[in-house]
């Protein structure tokens, strides 16, 4: 891989088919989200948006399963992908799959990789999860 890779977190953080780790980060100039899961094993990891509508794919916060947690499972029109591949098995996402993103585990840490069209946020190193009970960054219209 190219670029040097972003610290997404602790490898243990990733437990066999559970719930997934969510960073945010740029598609194509878009602040998007991504997320990685242990499947079999291995880190995987896609860009958070269905094929059908790019819409966010969790039922719940940071849950991609289904209930069996064989497959990855959109919560708005239940289209159901390969969580090894992203791919399409079934359901309105048609021949298109999920956006892989690069990951690696280094070290005991699960490490995402930039892509041409996969950057990180530019405020930050892009590197951090993405934590909804954190208060946003003080920006430069903020008064702090
Ligand atoms: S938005 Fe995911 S299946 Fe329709």
């Not at 040097?4 to 990733?14: N, P």
Request: net charge negative.
């Amino acid at each position: 891989m190219a670029e040097a890779g972003l610290r997404v977190c602790a490898s243990s953080d990733l437990l066999e088919r559970g719930l997934g780790v969510q960073w945010d980060l740029r598609y194509c100039g878009m602040d998007e989200r991504a997320f990685a899961l242990r499947i079999d094993g291995k880190a995987v990891a896609y860009l958070n948006r269905c094929a059908h509508v790019p819409t966010e794919l969790d039922w719940q916060p940071n849950e991609f399963l289904d209930s069996d947690r064989r497959y990855i499972l959109c919560a708005v029109h239940g289209a159901v992908y390969s969580p090894h591949t992203g791919a399409c098995v079934m359901g309105r996402c048609g021949r298109a799959g999920l956006i892989p993103v690069a990951v690696a585990e280094v070290n005991g840490e699960l490490h995402w990789y930039p892509s041409s069209t996969l950057q990180p946020l530019p405020a930050s190193n892009g590197a951090l999860p993405h934590d909804p009970r954190l208060p946003p960054a003080a920006g430069p219209d903020s008064g702090a």
